[in-house]
């Protein structure tokens, strides 16, 4: 059971919810490697992961961390496939994502050791059916084609530079 606090500047309302974790499922993806992002939804290389409700009508919160380098991170977007729609969005159009990768150096460009980190978190809350199992992805579109190293930069590992590791994690909240 679950306290939720909110309120305003008039008070305190305190509301309790029967909501709970039911299953936490992960996928540590450590391998180093590139592809290619273009102009439509990309699936991310290691980063889809299935999970088999426990429960009927629960919501999903879906946790990603990327860590890569991408060749044009100002011009990438970020979302979440449920099967092979994407979630919480209201399109399907280019620009139109979840989140964008955080740069690590401040200006200009540099290939060769400035990695780039991906945090996401999203809550789908489309329900499910006992048993049936749900895959979510990790999925990049962006203005054109373009590389994205994942978990290594550009030039790792001959020079050894920055490395990483991903993950991503799928928390089942029962209804």
Request: contains cysteine.
């Amino acid at each position: 059971m679950a306290t939720i606090i909110s309120g305003d500047s008039g008070g305190t309302a305190v509301t309790t919810a029967t909501q709970k974790v039911l299953q936490v499922v992960n996928l540590v993806y450590s391998t180093q490697g590139s592809m290619t992002v273009g102009t439509s939804d990309t699936n991310i290389t290691g980063m889809n992961l299935s999970i088999t409700p426990l429960g009927a009508g629960s919501k999903f919160r879906i946790d990603v961390r990327l860590f890569g380098e991408a060749a044009a991170p100002w011009s990438t977007v970020f979302n979440i496939h449920r099967g092979s729609t994407r979630i919480n969005t209201t399109g399907n159009e280019l620009y139109h994502g979840l989140s964008m990768m955080t740069q690590t150096y401040g200006s200009g460009s540099n290939n060769g050791s400035t990695p780039e980190i991906l945090h996401l978190a999203t809550i789908d809350s489309t329900g499910s059916s006992v048993g049936t199992a749900i895959t979510y992805t990790l999925v990049a579109s962006a203005d054109s084609s373009y590389a994205l190293y994942i978990n290594r930069c550009y030039t790792a590992p001959a020079n050894v530079y920055e490395s990483g590791i991903s993950e991503i994690i799928i928390t089942e909240i029962g209804a």
